[in-house]
């Protein structure tokens, strides 16, 4: 079976791929690099010893979509190709709705056009909103979302669901990650986040190396057992896992399906920090600095419809996710660049 990944490139583009191409799953990735490097996808071919098919371009480009569709018979496609830096979203909201509308429109359009009836989707947590209390159910409807960000996955998860209503052949899978952390055990591939890291690991990450001075903790006011706020922290080769999962459900189903992608723990941020020094015996500067608008205090997943019905479970915990996050920033301590 022959997937696309769009925004193959990326953080979870390229562990999903590793795992699909060990699955057995032939892998074409679609990219235009504005949040990745084409070393990413070279990596994956040498850490797998399988070839990817890779095409540079815009989702949001049909003609070249079309292009990759004529040459390749898809099976199914994982959307994956977003911008998803919470407050650049409030700074430039229109590119957000323009690129993560966008591509998802054209994904629709083209695969209706080629026959792919097939579509795994990046969806997030953020779309439970505001108003939800944890842990998240799949049956909690959406909520009102905080920035320009959650609001495109809202919309988009929106627009599938409705796809899926006018055209009864095609399967739609949601899939809601929480906090994806950590790396490829072998080291090579990982996050590599472009400028200052929004998010807290890679951000540890990057003082732990040397690349940054130090840590602000968000906030120590929380109604929390420590004052920082708890999330749910997912290994990225679990919810890769998750990806080759929901691929094999999509082909055997209709219609669309929601399934929450989380471990079902939350830890604060002093917990991840004090979990990061410990796993990989290096000290983590950090201080308090104020709170970070649009935050909640705490979230996490009730996981168990993907346990249930896609066989899935997370195997990996915090101490492997900081270990894994280190190994591959240890080996490379700029990332993708030499
Ligand atoms: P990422 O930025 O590393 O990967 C996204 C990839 O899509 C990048 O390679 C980027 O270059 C590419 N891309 C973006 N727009 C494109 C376009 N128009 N055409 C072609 N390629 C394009 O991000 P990630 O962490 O791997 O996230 C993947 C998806 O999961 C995103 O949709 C993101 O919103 C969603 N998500 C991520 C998290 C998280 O914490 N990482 C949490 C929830 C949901
Ligand atoms: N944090 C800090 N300092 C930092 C960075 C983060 O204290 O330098 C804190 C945040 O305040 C928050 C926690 O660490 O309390 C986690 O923050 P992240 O930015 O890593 O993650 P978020 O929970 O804010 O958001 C992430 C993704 C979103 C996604 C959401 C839910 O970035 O895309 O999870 O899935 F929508």
Request: hydrophobic residues 40%; glycine residues 8%; contains cysteine.
């Amino acid at each position: 079976m022959k997937i696309l990944l769009a925004g193959g490139a990326g953080y979870i583009g390229s562990h999903t791929a590793v795992a699909l191409l060990d699955a057995g799953y032939d892998v074409v990735v679609v990219d235009n690099y504005c949040n990745s490097s084409p070393e990413a996808v070279k990596r994956v071919e040498e850490l797998t010893g399988k070839n990817v098919v890779v095409y540079a371009a815009d989702v949001k480009d049909k003609a070249a979509m079309q292009q990759i569709f004529a040459e390749n018979k898809i099976d199914c496609v994982i959307h994956f190709a977003g911008l998803k830096a919470v407050g650049e979203s409030v700074q430039k909201p229109i590119a957000y709705y323009r690129n993560n509308i966008d591509t998802t429109l054209t994904l629709l359009e083209v695969m209706a056009e080629s026959g792919c009836h097939n579509i795994v989707f990046s969806s997030s947590a953020t779309v439970y909103g505001e108003k939800n209390a944890a842990p998240y159910m799949e049956t909690m409807e959406r909520g009102t979302c905080s920035n320009p960000y959650g609001w495109t996955k809202s919309m988009m998860e929106q627009i599938l669901q409705d796809a899926t209503v006018a055209d009864k052949d095609l399967s739609v899978v949601l899939l809601r990650y929480f906090n994806p952390i950590g790396a490829h055990e072998s080291g090579m591939i990982g996050e590599d986040p472009q400028g200052i890291p929004n998010n807290l690991m890679p951000y540890i990450a990057q003082v732990a190396v040397g690349r940054r001075d130090k840590l602000t903790i968000f906030g120590n006011d929380y109604p929390t057992p420590d004052g920082t706020c708890r999330r749910d922290y997912i290994h990225v080769m679990d919810l890769a896992d998750g990806h080759v999962k929901a691929v094999d459900f999509a082909v055997k189903n209709k219609g669309t399906e929601i399934f929450n992608l989380g471990t079902g723990t939350p830890y604060s941020v002093l917990d991840i920090v004090n979990a990061f020094e410990k796993s990989n015996n290096i000290k983590v500067n950090y201080e308090f600095g104020p709170r970070r608008a649009g935050d909640l205090p705490e979230f996490w997943a009730n996981s168990d419809k993907a346990h249930e019905i896609l066989g899935w479970v997370a195997k990996h915990d915090l101490e492997d996710m900081c270990r894994d996050t280190w190994n591959w920033q240890s080996k490379n301590p700029q990332g993708y660049k030499k």
